[in-house]
C-alpha cells in the first residue's frame, strides 16, 4: 500500500492524449517537461470506452498521477464515454483536461459530467496550462504526502458487534476535541452507520465515501462542504445513509484521502465495520494505532483471537494492534489474565463497564459529557492525555511497558 513519498522523491506523472492533434501534444509536452516530474508519455488516435479498451502501459498504470487530455471536437459523446472510462482505470489520481474550439455551458456540463476537472480552448494556452498543471501538482502533492504534518491516525475495530466500538471512538474524539486538539471522526461503515446518531447531528448531505470518490480534486475548500460540526468543534464525517448496491470504494483512492486528511487535523478516528475487506486493510495500513475492542464474554474472546490470528500474517499490522477491553469489571466471569492468554498478546486498554451511562447519552444524542464526575470520562479523559503526551505516568510489569491508568 502507498503511503507518501519523500519531499525530494519526483512525482512519476503518465501524460496520456486522446485524439489531439501533434500541435496540442506539442505544447502539453513542453509544459510538462518545466514540472518537476519524472514524465511519461502516451498517446491514443482513438476513443476508447469500456467496450473499446486499450492497452494501458506499465509506466500509466505505475504511475503516481495520470494527466489525461481528451479531445471533444472530433467526437463529444466519444470523448465523454472516454473521459469516464479513464476515470475509471485510474480512479483518485487522474486529472483529466477536455480540450474543444468553443467552451458553451453544454459542453462545460457533459465534460463535468463524464469527469473532466477543467476545459482547455484550443489553441492551447500556455499560461492557462502552466496555472493548471502549477495548481494539480499541489494537489498531488498534498494527497500523497509531500511535505504535510502528520496528524495521529485511530482506527476503531469491533471484533464483533454489540462491543461499544462506536461509543469508544466517539467518546475519545470527543474528549481529545475538549483537550484542544482539532480531530477529525469517521463514519467508514459502508452504509447506516450510528456515528451521526449518537452526536445528534444531520449527515445527510455527504459522507466519507463521497469524499474519496472526489480524491483526484480534494483540497480544504472541498472537504468544507462535507464535514458536520458538534458544538464542541468535533468535526465529522457521516458514512452513507442509503443502500447502494453498485458502491464500490477504491482502497489506494481511500489512502490517498487519508493521507490528505492527515495534514488537515492533528487526530483522525475512524469507526469501520468488523470484516477484513481490502477497503478495512487500506485503513489498517495508514493507521497509527489498529484498536481492536472486545468484551469480557467468550463469544467476544473467542472473536477477539480470530482477528488478531488473520492479522498476524502482517507483521506491519501486529505492531499497531491496540487491544480494549470494554465494559471491564472485576468481578467479570473472564479475568484479563485469561483474556490475555486465549488471545496471546496483552490487553493495553481497560474501559470499564458504564453501560447504563452511555447508553443513556446515545439515547439523547450526545457525548457522555466531560462535566460529570465518574469513572468512565476519567478514564476517556486518561486516554486522551496520554495519546496527546500529557500524561507521563507509565508504570512496568512483566517486561513491559503499561499505561497506570489501567490499573
Request: glycine share 6%.
Amino acid at each position: 500500500m502507498r503511503r507518501g513519498l519523500s519531499n525530494t522523491t519526483p512525482l512519476a506523472v503518465s501524460l496520456l492524449t486522446v485524439c489531439v492533434d501533434q500541435d496540442g501534444a506539442e505544447r502539453l509536452e513542453q509544459a510538462t517537461e518545466q514540472q518537476r516530474w519524472n514524465v511519461t508519455y502516451e498517446s491514443m488516435s482513438e476513443y476508447v470506452s469500456a467496450q473499446r479498451r486499450p492497452a494501458i502501459s506499465l509506466e500509466s498504470k505505475n504511475a503516481n498521477g495520470v494527466l489525461a487530455v481528451v479531445d471533444f471536437d472530433r467526437d463529444a459523446q466519444a470523448a465523454q464515454e472516454t473521459a469516464a472510462f479513464l476515470q475509471q482505470i485510474f480512479f483518485g489520481k487522474i486529472f483529466i483536461a477536455a480540450l474543444a474550439s468553443r467552451h458553451d455551458s453544454d459542453l462545460l456540463l457533459k465534460a463535468m459530467r463524464a469527469g473532466c476537472n477543467e476545459v482547455l480552448r484550443k489553441p492551447i494556452d500556455a499560461g492557462q496550462l502552466t496555472e493548471t498543471l502549477d495548481r494539480q501538482n499541489k494537489h498531488w502533492l498534498a494527497t500523497m504526502g509531500h511535505g504535510r504534518s502528520a496528524g495521529k491516525v485511530l482506527s476503531f475495530f469491533g471484533c464483533k458487534g454489540g462491543v461499544g466500538t462506536t461509543t469508544l471512538a466517539v467518546n475519545l474524539a470527543y474528549t481529545l476535541t475538549q483537550q484542544q486538539k482539532k480531530v477529525l471522526l469517521i463514519d467508514n461503515h459502508a452504509e447506516f452507520g450510528h456515528v451521526c446518531l449518537y452526536l445528534g447531528l444531520d449527515g445527510n448531505r455527504y459522507h466519507f465515501h463521497e469524499l474519496i470518490r472526489n480524491v483526484n480534486r480534494l483540497d480544504s475548500e472541498l472537504l468544507r462542504g462535507f464535514i458536520a460540526k458538534h458544538s464542541s468543534g468535533l468535526e465529522v464525517l457521516s458514512s452513507p445513509e442509503s443502500h447502494d448496491p453498485n458502491r464500490h470504494i477504491d482502497p489506494d483512492a481511500l489512502e490517498r484521502t487519508i493521507e490528505f486528511l492527515r495534514g488537515e487535523y492533528d487526530y483522525l478516528i475512524l469507526d469501520c465495520e468488523t470484516n477484513l475487506t481490502d477497503v478495512n486493510l487500506a485503513v489498517m495500513d495508514s493507521s497509527d494505532e489498529i484498536c481492536l475492542v472486545a468484551t469480557p464474554e467468550i463469544g467476544a474472546v473467542r472473536d477477539l483471537s480470530r482477528y488478531i490470528d488473520n492479522l498476524s500474517r502482517n507483521e506491519q499490522a501486529t505492531t499497531k494492534l491496540h487491544i480494549i477491553i470494554n465494559r471491564h469489571s472485576s468481578n467479570g466471569a473472564i479475568g484479563i489474565e485469561q483474556i490475555e492468554k486465549a488471545i496471546r498478546v496483552p490487553v493495553q486498554t481497560r474501559i470499564s463497564n458504564n453501560y447504563a451511562e452511555c447508553q443513556k447519552a446515545i439515547n439523547l444524542g450526545e457525548p457522555v459529557s466531560s462535566g460529570k464526575k465518574t469513572e468512565f470520562v476519567s478514564q476517556m479523559a486518561k486516554w486522551a492525555e496520554t495519546l496527546t503526551g500529557m500524561n507521563g505516568n507509565h508504570t512496568t510489569q512483566n517486561g513491559r511497558k503499561k499505561f497506570s491508568l489501567w490499573r
